[in-house]
C-alpha cells in the first residue's frame, strides 16, 4: 500500500484527470475522452508541481506563510496560472498524438468556459490542500481513509522538538509576538520534515510532535536527518531571525520509537492520537536534555536500530538514567556533529565499548 502521503498526490492527479474526462463529457459529447483526461492530468501535474516546491519554490514557500483568507486569493491565481500552463502542455500532447482534430493554436488555446471550469475545479483544490496542510498531509489521509477508525497497533518513530527559551520571548515581548516566534519557527520544520518523508502530528504549546512509521524513519536514518536538517536552516537563517525577533531559535529534540496504538479519538473535533510507552518516554527523554547539559538526546533502543547515521553525525553514550514513571532505567545517547563519514551504529558502540576497556 502507498504510504499516506503519496497516496493523497495520487488522488489528486486521478481527480484532475477525472475533471478534464468530465468536461469532455459534458461540453464535447464524450467526442475525445483521452483528450479530456490528458488536459485533466497535465493541469493537475503542474498544480502538484507547484505545491511540492518543483517549480517557483520561492512563490510557493511564500504563499504558504499568508493567512487563510489571503491564502486562498494567491494560491487560486497561482494555481490558475499553473492551470494555463498545463492546458498549454496538455494542448501540446493532444496535438502531437493527434487525440482531436484541432490544430497546435486551438489545441493550446485556454477558452473562457475552460478557464471558468478549471477555476471552479482549482477552487476545490485549494480548499482540499489548504486543509490538508492544516492537519498535516499524513493525518489529513487517514482521516479521509479511516485508516485508524479502529485502533491499530504498529511501531512509529517519535521526534519531539521543544523550542527553548520560548517562555522568555513571551514575557519580554508580549504573548502575540511570541506567538508569531513560534509559528516561524514551526513553520521552518514544514519542508525539512516533509522532505524525509515524516508527519508533524501535533504542537503542544511550544512542543511540536514529529512521527514516521517505524521502517520509513529507521529508512536512510530520515529522523535523525530531518533533525540535523532543521537545525541547519535555522543556522543558515541565523541574521533574519535575528533582524526579525532579536534572537535565533535553539531547540531540544528527542528521538524513540517503540509499538503505539494508533486511533481516532473525539466526536465534534475529531484527532489521530497515539497511545503507549513510546510517546511519554519520549516525553522523559526530552525532559532530560536539560539536566544532562545537551540539546539532542537519542534512546539507545532506536539508535541501536539504526543501521547508520547520516554523514558527519556521531553518537555519544550519556549512559542509563531514571525516568519518571518508568521502572527500568532507560540507556540515552546524544547526537553531536564529527567530520567523518558516517560509520553504522553496531560500530560506533564497539569504539564506545574499546574506549571504557
Same mark, same amino acid.
Given at each position: 500500500?502507498?504510504p499516506?502521503?503519496?497516496?493523497?498526490?495520487?488522488?489528486?492527479?486521478?481527480?484532475?484527470?477525472a475533471?478534464?474526462?468530465?468536461?469532455?463529457?459534458?461540453?464535447?459529447?464524450?467526442?475525445?475522452? =483521452?483528450?479530456?483526461?490528458?488536459? *485533466? =492530468?497535465?493541469?493537475?501535474?503542474?498544480?502538484?508541481?507547484?505545491?511540492?516546491?518543483?517549480?517557483?519554490?520561492?512563490?510557493?514557500?511564500r504563499?504558504?506563510?499568508?493567512?487563510?483568507? $489571503?491564502?486562498?486569493?494567491?494560491?487560486?491565481?497561482?494555481?490558475?496560472?499553473?492551470?494555463?500552463t !498545463?492546458?498549454?502542455?496538455? *494542448? $501540446?500532447l493532444?496535438?502531437?498524438?493527434?487525440?482531436t482534430?484541432d490544430?497546435?493554436?486551438?489545441?493550446?488555446?485556454?477558452?473562457?468556459?475552460?478557464?471558468?471550469?478549471?477555476?471552479?475545479?482549482?477552487? $476545490?483544490?485549494?480548499?482540499?490542500?489548504?486543509?490538508?496542510?492544516?492537519?498535516? *498531509?499524513?493525518?489529513?489521509?487517514?482521516?479521509m481513509?479511516?485508516?485508524?477508525?479502529?485502533?491499530?497497533e504498529?511501531?512509529?518513530?517519535?521526534?519531539?522538538?521543544?523550542?527553548?527559551?520560548?517562555?522568555?520571548?513571551?514575557?519580554?515581548?508580549?504573548?502575540?509576538?511570541?506567538?508569531?516566534?513560534?509559528?516561524?519557527?514551526?513553520?521552518?520544520?514544514a519542508e525539512?520534515?516533509r522532505?524525509?518523508?515524516?508527519?508533524?502530528?501535533?504542537?503542544? !504549546? /511550544? =512542543?511540536?510532535?514529529?512521527?514516521?512509521?517505524?521502517?520509513?524513519g529507521?529508512?536512510?536514518?530520515?529522523?535523525?536527518?530531518?533533525?540535523?536538517?532543521?537545525? /541547519?536552516?535555522?543556522?543558515? /537563517?541565523?541574521?533574519?531571525?535575528?533582524?526579525?525577533?532579536g534572537?535565533?531559535?535553539?531547540?531540544?529534540?528527542?528521538?524513540?520509537?517503540?509499538?503505539?496504538?494508533?486511533?481516532?479519538? !473525539?466526536? /465534534?473535533?475529531?484527532?489521530?492520537?497515539?497511545?503507549?510507552d513510546?510517546?511519554?518516554?519520549?516525553?522523559?527523554?526530552?525532559?532530560?536534555?536539560r539536566?544532562?547539559?545537551?540539546?539532542?538526546?537519542?534512546?539507545?533502543? $532506536?539508535?541501536?536500530?539504526?543501521?547508520?547515521l547520516?554523514?558527519?553525525?556521531?553518537?555519544?553514550?550519556l549512559?542509563?538514567?531514571a525516568?519518571? *514513571?518508568?521502572g527500568?532505567?532507560?540507556?540515552v545517547?546524544?547526537?553531536?556533529?564529527?567530520?567523518?563519514?558516517?560509520?553504522?551504529?553496531?560500530?560506533?558502540?564497539?569504539?564506545?565499548?574499546?574506549?571504557?576497556?
Open positions: 500500500m502507498l499516506a502521503h503519496r497516496l493523497f498526490w495520487v488522488v489528486i492527479l486521478l481527480a484532475a484527470a475533471a478534464g474526462l468530465l468536461y469532455n463529457i459534458i461540453f464535447a459529447a464524450g467526442a475525445s475522452p =483521452l483528450a479530456g483526461f490528458t488536459y *485533466g =492530468l497535465c493541469m493537475g501535474a503542474t498544480v502538484l508541481a507547484f505545491d511540492r516546491g518543483l517549480i517557483l519554490a520561492g512563490l510557493q514557500a504563499i504558504r506563510r499568508f493567512p487563510a483568507w $489571503l491564502y486562498v486569493v494567491a494560491a487560486e491565481l497561482a494555481y490558475v496560472l499553473m492551470i494555463m !498545463g492546458n498549454a502542455l496538455g *494542448g $501540446l493532444v496535438w502531437t498524438f493527434a487525440l482534430h490544430d497546435l493554436t486551438s489545441a493550446t488555446r485556454m477558452t473562457a468556459r475552460v478557464l471558468a471550469y478549471a477555476l471552479a475545479v482549482s477552487g $476545490l483544490l485549494v480548499f482540499v490542500i489548504r486543509m490538508r496542510d492544516l492537519i498535516g *498531509g499524513e493525518v489529513f489521509v487517514n482521516f481513509i479511516g485508516r485508524y477508525h479502529k485502533p491499530v504498529e511501531e512509529r518513530v517519535f521526534l519531539f522538538l521543544d523550542v527553548v527559551g520560548s517562555t522568555a520571548f513571551a514575557e519580554a515581548h508580549g504573548d502575540l509576538r511570541a506567538q508569531e516566534y513560534l509559528g516561524a519557527v514551526f513553520a521552518t520544520l525539512p520534515v522532505r524525509n518523508g515524516g508527519s508533524v502530528d501535533d504542537y503542544v !504549546g /511550544d =512542543l511540536a510532535i514529529i512521527t514516521w512509521p517505524m521502517a520509513r529507521l529508512k536512510d536514518a530520515r529522523c535523525v536527518t530531518c533533525l540535523f536538517d532543521v537545525l /541547519d536552516r535555522i543556522e543558515a /537563517d541565523a541574521a533574519a531571525w535575528t533582524a526579525r525577533f534572537t535565533v531559535p535553539r531547540l531540544r529534540a528527542a528521538l524513540h520509537g517503540g509499538s503505539v496504538v494508533t486511533a481516532e479519538v !473525539g466526536v /465534534d473535533r475529531h484527532k489521530i492520537a497515539y497511545f503507549g513510546a510517546v511519554n518516554v519520549t516525553s522523559r527523554i526530552e525532559a532530560l536534555c539536566p544532562l547539559g545537551v540539546g539532542i538526546l537519542i534512546s539507545q533502543d $532506536l539508535l541501536e536500530r539504526l543501521q547508520r547520516p554523514g558527519g553525525v556521531r553518537a555519544r553514550s549512559g542509563a538514567h525516568l519518571r *514513571g518508568r527500568a532505567p532507560l540507556a545517547a546524544t547526537l553531536e556533529r564529527g567530520h567523518t563519514d558516517a560509520v553504522p551504529v553496531t560500530e560506533l558502540e564497539q569504539r564506545r565499548v574499546a574506549a571504557a576497556r
